[in-house]
């Protein structure tokens, strides 16, 4: 079983920011929080991930509670082109780790409106 | 980040048949990954393809409906085999490249229709 819980959808207008929360209560001190969207039956396509610091790229930025029992995926400037399912998923950053493996949730579906 | 590409993109078979996805990575990667997304769920994980060695399934799969072939570092390939409506979905490869951290990419899967 995923062990993280999002809400199952959201709505941001255009050109606002939105904020996909996340819930890892249970997360261990080697996982680390991945976050990846899938527009509309494509492939999964990888965001960002981080264990404790916030991190940043060029899609998104990850802020990481600092107990790491939650944390916000931020798109700075949502488009149309953002609408789509977003996962978080927690798992070991490396693949020799115990819980190497990814686990999809039903993620949050992200809409975009004009 | 590392470019994968799959064969057929898409595919409508009959049932009782057997279908062989193949899957490209334009880099050399030790672990590859094939998963499931059945029509409106979520991905599920249905096999580990290590270079060398047997793929590892997960509970739920067998290699004789699923078999799975790991020739080199940049390829590997899916059966589905006797199929039937119920194995209507998209099947994704995805691989694992590292870094600082290890990282998945996907595939943009291959959609799959048994009638």
């Known amino acids: 079983d995923a062990k993280t819980t999002q809400p199952p959808s959201m709505d941001c207008a255009e050109g606002r920011a939105a904020n996909l929360p996340c819930n890892h209560s249970t997360i261990s001190g080697n996982e680390y929080v991945y976050w990846y969207r899938q527009i509309h039956s494509q492939g999964p396509q990888y965001i960002i991930h981080?264990?404790?610091n916030n991190e940043t790229n060029e899609m998104a930025s990850l802020i990481i509670t600092e107990d790491r029992k939650s944390s916000t995926l931020i798109l700075p400037h949502a488009t149309l082109r953002d609408t789509a399912v977003y996962y978080c998923?927690?798992?070991?950053?490396?693949?020799?780790?115990?819980?190497?493996?990814?686990?999809f949730g039903k993620g949050t579906l992200l809409t975009v409106n004009p | 980040s590392a470019v994968i590409s799959q064969k057929p993109s898409r595919d409508i078979c009959q049932r009782g048949t057997s279908l062989t996805i193949q899957c490209q990575v334009d880099s050399q990667v030790t672990m590859m990954f094939w998963y499931r997304q059945q029509p409106g769920q979520s991905l599920t994980l249905i096999a580990t393809a290590n270079q060398g060695s047997e793929a590892t399934y997960e509970s739920g799969f067998v290699i004789d409906k699923f078999p799975i072939s790991r020739p080199n570092l940049t390829f590997s390939t899916l059966t589905v085999s006797n199929m039937s409506p119920e194995d209507s979905s998209i099947y994704l490869c995805?691989?694992?490249?590292?870094?600082?951290?290890?990282?998945?990419?996907f595939g943009p899967g291959t959609r799959l229709t048994v009638l």
């Open positions: 981080g264990l404790k």
């Open positions: 998923i927690v798992r070991d950053g490396y693949s020799g780790g115990s819980n190497y493996k990814l686990t």
């Open positions: 995805s691989v694992e490249t590292g870094g600082y951290t290890d990282t998945q990419y």
